[in-house]
C-alpha cells in the first residue's frame, strides 16, 4: 500500500520562528489533508490540498502531486501551534477509501 | 468545532467488558470512518461506512463490530476487552468518497483497566 512518511519527526522552536513540515508519498493521491492535533487529542483540519498552494494567516501549505510531496509553512510560530502535525492521504484508484496518515511531526514551540 | 459529534468523550472499564462508542456526522455527510489511535500504532484505520452500507475495512479486530443506522449515525462496539484495546477513538465524517476532506470528531478515550 501507499507509503506516508513526515519530516522532521520532531521540532523545537522558540516563539516567534518559521518552520517547514514534509509530507511524502509513495504513489499517486486524490486527497491530501493537514491536520493538527493539539495537546488535548483533538485533530483540527488545517488543509485539504490534493495539489496547488492554499494559505490560511500564518499557516500554507502547498501540495506538487506529480512528485508526490507536501509541505506546511508555519510562520511567526506561537506555543499554542505546539502538538503533533499530521499529513494523511487517499490512494488514487485505490481499492479503500481510507486516509493513510504519515506518523507526524511533533512540534514544541517554547516561549 | 467540525460538526462531528462522539460520545462518550472519556470512557474507563474493566478487561472482558463490552463498550459502545457512538458518532453523528456533520450534517449531509454520508461516510463516516473509524479511527484507532494508540501510542505505539498511531493513527489507524479500522472501519468505513456510506449511506449505510460498509464499503472499506482496515486492520479491525473481530472483537469489534460497527454499523451505520438509516438516521447515519454510527456505534463502534468493542467487545472482550483488553488491556491492548486503550486507545484514543476516533470517528470521522465526509460528504462521499475519495475526492472529499474529512472532517474528525474529538475521540473517544477508552481505558481498559
Known amino acids: 500500500g501507499i507509503q506516508v512518511e513526515q519530516s522532521p519527526p520532531d521540532l523545537i522552536l522558540q516563539e516567534g520562528a518559521n518552520s517547514t513540515l514534509r509530507c511524502n508519498f509513495s504513489?499517486?493521491?486524490?486527497?491530501l489533508q493537514w491536520f493538527h492535533q493539539n495537546p488535548w487529542g483533538q485533530l483540527i483540519n488545517l488543509f485539504y490540498?490534493?495539489?496547488g498552494t492554499k494559505q490560511n494567516g500564518r499557516l500554507s501549505a502547498t501540495t506538487v502531486a506529480t512528485e508526490r510531496y507536501s509541505l506546511l509553512y508555519i510562520s511567526s510560530s506561537q506555543t499554542t501551534d505546539s502538538g503533533v502535525y499530521f499529513c494523511?492521504?487517499?490512494?488514487?484508484?485505490?481499492?479503500?477509501?481510507?486516509?493513510?496518515f504519515g506518523t507526524g511531526t511533533l512540534l514544541a514551540v517554547q516561549p | 468545532d467540525s460538526g462531528v459529534t462522539q460520545t462518550p468523550k472519556h470512557l474507563i472499564t474493566a478487561t472482558g467488558q463490552r463498550v459502545t462508542l457512538r458518532c453523528s456526522p456533520r450534517?449531509?455527510?454520508?461516510?463516516v470512518y473509524w479511527y484507532q489511535q494508540s501510542l505505539d500504532q498511531g493513527l489507524q484505520f479500522l472501519i468505513q461506512?456510506?449511506?449505510?452500507?460498509?464499503?472499506a475495512k482496515g486492520n479491525i479486530l473481530e472483537r469489534f463490530s460497527a454499523q451505520q443506522f438509516p438516521d447515519l449515525h454510527s456505534e463502534l462496539n468493542l467487545s472482550s476487552l483488553e488491556l491492548g484495546d486503550s486507545a484514543l477513538y476516533f470517528c470521522?465524517?465526509?460528504?462521499?468518497?475519495?475526492?472529499?476532506?474529512?472532517?474528525f470528531g474529538q475521540g473517544t478515550r477508552l481505558t481498559v483497566v
Open positions: 470521522a465524517s465526509s460528504v462521499g468518497q475519495g475526492k472529499t476532506e474529512a472532517f
Open positions: 450534517s449531509g455527510d454520508l461516510s
Open positions: 504513489d499517486s493521491v486524490n486527497n
Open positions: 490540498i490534493p495539489s
Open positions: 461506512y456510506y449511506n449505510g452500507e460498509e464499503r
Open positions: 494523511a492521504v487517499r490512494n488514487y484508484g485505490g481499492a479503500t477509501n481510507k486516509l493513510i
